[in-house]
């Protein structure tokens, strides 16, 4: 069944040709036609048959209701076969729109919607659907919470309610018509200065977390990739200062790619600071964040770089080859199947444009078993090894630290 896709801001609308649904909705009101007079034809004829026999004429009118009974069993059955091929054809056979628990804001965004000029001659569109992740459907009530609201009025505050549907698979989520709360971003400072200034805590919404303030962050393990993260004193030393092995300098990693790098990705988690090192050297990149234990995304934007809210189980939003640089580590070692990692991974390649780096920084590795697994999924995708270090500890744990380059593919 052919479709096109469209990114409109930060939502998808997917259409679909209407020649597929139009042929299939006349096969089945053809059918539903053909059969409901044949049914009639044959009461009809039976009772005009018999109706010369006054013994037979109640038989007749019982015979008639059974026959009127067919007939309306088997309109409704093709009136419920062809909403089902409606969800189909919409993109919607996941979720159920006629539950009484969806809130009608959903149920209008979720609305196909007839293009206004009609049918589109190059093509072949007429209308236009809103999409939502097709896990939403496995979290129903928390969906319609997260669209009930007054419309053109104050959302509620509830961007932790959002985050908890998309760590659940309902990413993206569907927009809404109400004025996201706002916070005073008191005290930025300008660029480049921001890079490493504190943060003022009013600048920030603390709803939804633990702490209420940096001084309950700083020192605190959030995940992996977050130690003391929020403590900008600390971070001052990372990526320019080497504490082992694994450490590798930015400005080595930069070298390696002979002036070329320009914009990148971050998906080692973090507050931004492998965005801010690379900001000054005249390099955007792009951080992935979520606000998982602390304000990530607020945190990093107040710093002048870029957050981007996204979980590591969406494709990523980039059209192929983009990238000079992607910035990696133990967060992308996501839990489940082998093969969940490499559907990221192969995604990490796509946005990675060819002769681009991929800086594996510090990736964790739970065992040597791990380890030969990560270094297997690496080499089926050909890269140059520029840097390839493994640092082992007592207890069988490892990681490993790697600059690769995606090749040239024909």
Known sequence: MGSVSLKIGDGTARF???????????????????????????????????SSHPLHHSNN?????????????EIDSSQRKLAQMEKQILGYESIDLSRPNIVPELKLFLHRHQLPLGKDSRTGITEMVSAVGHSCERSPDLLSQYMSYKVFDRCPDDWSLGQKLILRGCEPLPRRRCLAKTVAKQDLKPFPDSLWRPVSNKSVNWSGLGCKGFDCLKGKKIGSDCVGCFDLGTEKDRFVKVKGKN???????????????????DVSGGSGTFAARMAERNVTVITNALNNG???????????VFPLFLSLDHRFPFHD???DLVHGSSG????????????????LDRVLKPGGLFWLDNFYCA????????????????????????????????????????????
Do not use: C
């Open 16 to 50: 679909r040709r209407t020649s597929v649904y139009s042929s299939a909705v006349n096969l089945l009101m053809l059918f539903s036609v053909v059969t409901t007079n044949l049914f009639a034809l044959y009461a009809f004829s039976s009772h005009s048959q018999s």
């Open 61 to 73: 009118i019982s015979l008639v209701s059974q026959h009127l009974s067919l007939i309306l069993r």
């Open 247 to 265: 450490d590798f300098l930015v400005d080595d990693v930069l070298g390696l790619g002979n002036g070329k790098i320009r914009i990148g990705l």
């Open 294 to 304: 602390g304000p990530f995304s607020e945190f990093i934007a107040a710093r002048g």
């Open 321 to 323: 080859n983009v990238f």
């Open 332 to 347: 992308l070692d996501v839990e489940g199947k082998p093969e969940k990692m490499e559907f990221l991974m192969f995604d």
């Open 367 to 410: 065992s040597d078993v791990k380890k030969k697994e990560l270094t297997r999924l690496i080499e089926r995708f050909g890269y140059k090894k520029l840097k390839w270090v493994i640092g082992e500890k007592a207890d069988g744990q490892v990681n490993l630290s790697a600059v690769l380059q995606k090749p040239v593919r024909v």
